[in-house]
């Protein structure tokens, strides 16, 4: 099989750029937005960058190994087809919905958007999981431009009743229309496979808005401790809302250095997060380890706090 190298320029990390996306920047123009979520393989970005209409086309998928799927498809049709430049209105992101909609979209800055065939978490324990709860719309609701529209389709009745119950309040008018299959999507594949033929598209226009500011990077001070024995640091985790969850200690003596290797579980949003305790002239600083990413978060702000705090025990009263 032929191999194509992947396209450069169309995955963008959520941690590296600047937050909210300078959209307009990014490509190179100022077309209205269309974000797709939940694309898995990709087959409907795909299909939208190849019709000749003026869309920056933007996916988010939370799956590695589907998002890649996705770019391997821009790659062949690169390749193979002459067009060296398929895919230049469409930007990759890998990353859960909420928290791309927090924080890289202004408010009122899309105008429209996709979803097909969302997970539909069926078991009554996991409606939580649902996506498309009254919350998240109204999120939704406050980065979309005024009338601008969504279609979300399911293949799950159940799934469709339980959106319907979660609108009034969001701002939008919704209706609903039975369909036939139509994206040839890995999931529409997969049902017609099983012999359905009849899903249902519910459409979202945006009437009223609602207001949900930006969530914002927060600064991830240093702390200092004066003393630190390293043979002694234990780390007591953090449970709740926020966890923080302690994996690995490494010590360089050499270097004077320790990294402690946490998971950082908010909202949304999970993390692996290193913190450096490194000697400086007459205490210890406590940060975040340079040479990997992380949203810098009230989580990751907490970490460090904790690992100051466990760093000074060392060699405080009852140590
Ligand atoms: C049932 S699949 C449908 C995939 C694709 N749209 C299709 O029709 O084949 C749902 C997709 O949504 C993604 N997904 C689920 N929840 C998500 C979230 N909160 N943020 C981003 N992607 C999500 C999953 O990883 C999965 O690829």
Redesign the pocket.
Known sequence: MEMHPLPEGIFLSHVDVPRPVPWREQFGNDNPLHL??????G??LVQQAGLPVRENLIG????WS?LCKCLSKVALIRGSSGKADFGRNMRLLR??????LERLFLPRSITRVT??????WPKKAHVK?R?FSRDFLCLLNSRLADHAKVNI?TDWRPYLDWMLEEIPGTGFRSGVETIGAR?N??????WRAEGQEQFWELSLIKHEHHHRPVTEDVELRACFVKDFDPGRFQFENIVGETSVIYKDFVFDQKQNLGLVRLVVAEK?LTQHVWVAVIKTKNQWCVAKADGHSALPTAGVALAIEQVAKAAQETTGPGS
């Open positions: 797709e979520i939940g694309f898995g393989l087959e409907f988010i998928e939370q799956d589907r990353v859960d919905a909420t928290v791309a979803c097909l065939f969302p997970c539909p999981y996506l389709v994206f999507t890995k999931f529409e594949r997969k949304f």
